[in-house]
């Protein structure tokens, strides 16, 4: 609205409302809507993998529990209080927008970043590096040999895909954040208008919820014994 | 005033529950419970996922169309799971009926080639 762009004085694509938008709460609410409905159709993506999951761990029980033994629980335990940590700063990083900081905006989104990758890491160097060498990468590498080796495999390839499509969303965030990180920098940013920001802390939570699902399915099904 | 600026005290008790819910289903997987172990897991990610959508992503203060958005994503993974399982965990349930059997043909690997 002219009216809105006036009362600011920012340039045209600075603007605090776009101008198909009556005010900010629309402005708002437009986002949050439709950053929610990507996020719907991301449910359906994992909710389908996670479907054939439990149709497959029901069918060979004791073999998804075998294949789940020999991942480290403990570090599947570390890397998801290293993404609570990273949903804490996002968390925070919002906040510091929403209030007008820009230095501890830029702070807690690099501590998002950094956090995320300290999970990479792990994820890619210690875990998968590991599993690798174990022989326990059906396709590239399987050398299990105990009962039911077959449905073992099935439950690495479930693994890989699982872990695979969600170190992929983290990589993606990490970009996102990366521009984000750029526009905070260049003071792109004020209490008026953060939409960004927010809606990259309702992607980066949405994937730290699918890791609080991945972490029970994959680390702790054949912990107990 | 369209968004509500929680305070960062909230998220930090959000995250301190969150820590503790993770060592809890971390400890539980070691107790043998049968099939409760994966029953109990579920519920504990059902709990934090709440924690996380209700203050992380401050659902508790969002208005009702995307609230309406939410409830619908979870409602759709709830048809596609329950007609999926639905389906898988009651193949069995019902024998086949005489006549069906006998109409499967099932296919023979082919003969090995005689060696020359």
Known sequence: MIASRRKYKLHNSQAVVAEQFDDRTQQHEASSLGMWIFLATEIMFFGAVLTAYTVYRNLFTSAFEAGSHLLNAKIGALNTAVLICSSLTMALAVHAAQTGRRKRLMAFLVSTMLLGGVFLFIKFFIEWTHDYKEGLAPGLHFTYAGPQAGHVAMFYCFYFILTGIHAIHMIVGEGVMAVLLFMAWRGRFSEQWYNPIEMMGLYWHFVDIIWIFLFPFLYLLGAHF | ?116
């Open chain 2, 1 to 116: 005033m369209s968004e509500h600026i929680a305070s960062q005290k909230l998220y930090f008790i959000v995250f301190f529950s969150l820590l503790c819910l993770t060592l809890l289903t971390w400890r539980i997987a070691y107790i043998d419970l049968g099939r409760w172990n994966m029953v109990v897991a579920l519920l504990i990610s059902i709990c934090k996922t709440g924690l996380v959508g209700m203050f992380f992503m401050h659902l508790r203060w969002s208005t009702s169309m995307v609230r309406l958005v939410v409830f619908a994503a979870i409602f759709w993974l709830a048809i596609m799971m329950t007609l999926t399982l639905g389906d898988f965990f009651t193949r069995n349930a019902v024998s086949h009926p005489q006549g069906w059997q006998a109409s499967i043909v099932v296919p023979q690997p082919a003969a090995p080639a005689p060696p020359r």
